[in-house]
């Protein structure tokens, strides 16, 4: 159980060094098309890529009857969640938008987790949560960005993404009783494109952006790794271990985008960036530690 169970957490971290290349991915996206058309392809690559992978796993797609409200719901919000990322890659400042998300999420699961089934946090988890939120900050350099640029509006988008985020990790734990993560990611990923099919115009879906084929090599990513692996993941651990692990695990995020922003995007690595890793790491192995 013990030797699973450490294969399991090995697949969470590379999930978490997926959604780390996402940011990597969607700041450049960002630049070469609108976040409608964005959100949209998106979802239609991730729902048809997930097609093979439910007959290759031979997933069972049966939803029992209290499924249907948490899908309903997790639809709903996840298409929130993606505009709000997009929305703020576009308009807000990635830097500051990255730590708003990265460490707000986490605590907002917590917080919900906690209201919800009137559970009093532990002092190591309290502890941990802090000093991710430290941790968060000497990575982004944080106290680099004026009082008016983090609260711009483009970045309100960032604290309503973990704000959704949050919100459907809940509602994901607590769906696998009767219904896998695999099916549970599919349907929301499938209403999701069924809504924007009606809602999307079709200028919003057809533009010049498509000859662009590196539009193609980054949403192909972002839909087959950090969608439909790395999130299935996700959602899975939420199940296994709990919403509020699982969701702590969202502080390798910034490490792994830090990293790849060095090797993708020409940027530095620097001590304050050492410094905020080790503090990240330290408030994960706090926050999962049994007391």
Do not use: C
């Amino acid at each position: 159980m013990k030797k699973n169970k450490a294969y399991f957490y090995v697949l969470l971290i590379f999930a978490m060094f997926l959604w780390g290349a996402s940011w990597v991915s969607g700041r450049y996206i960002a630049q070469v098309a609108n976040y409608e058309s964005v959100v949209f392809y998106r979802f239609l690559l991730t729902t048809v890529f997930f097609i093979p992978l439910l007959f290759l796993l031979k997933t069972n797609m049966k939803i029992a009857f209290n499924n249907i409200t948490q899908i309903v719901f997790g639809t709903v919000v996840i298409l929130f969640h993606a505009n709000f990322f997009f929305k703020g890659l576009t308009y807000g400042l990635a830097g500051a938008g990255s730590i708003i998300f990265t460490v707000m999420a986490p605590l907002i699961t917590f917080l919900i987790v906690a209201v919800l089934y009137r559970r009093k946090l532990k002092k190591n988890e309290m502890i941990g949560l802090g000093l991710g939120l430290i941790g968060g900050v000497l990575l982004l350099k944080l106290w680099e960005f004026d009082i008016t640029e983090i609260v711009q509006s483009g970045n309100i988008y960032f604290l309503l993404a973990a704000l959704s985020w949050a919100s459907i990790t809940v509602v994901a734990s607590k769906s696998y009783q009767n219904l896998s993560a695999i099916a549970f990611s599919f349907y929301i990923s499938l209403g999701g494109l069924i809504v924007l099919f009606f809602l999307t115009p079709e200028s919003i879906i057809f533009g010049e952006f498509l000859k662009n084929k590196f539009f193609w090599y980054h949403i192909i990513f972002l839909s087959i790794f950090a969608n439909v692996f790395a999130t299935s993941i996700y959602f899975y651990a939420s199940g296994v271990i709990g919403s509020s692990q699982a969701s702590s695990y969202i502080y390798l995020v910034p490490i792994f985008a830090v990293i790849l922003g060095m090797v993708f995007l020409g940027e530095s690595i620097e001590f304050n960036s050492i410094l905020g890793g080790i503090t990240t790491i330290f408030a994960l192995y706090l926050i999962n530690k049994k007391v």
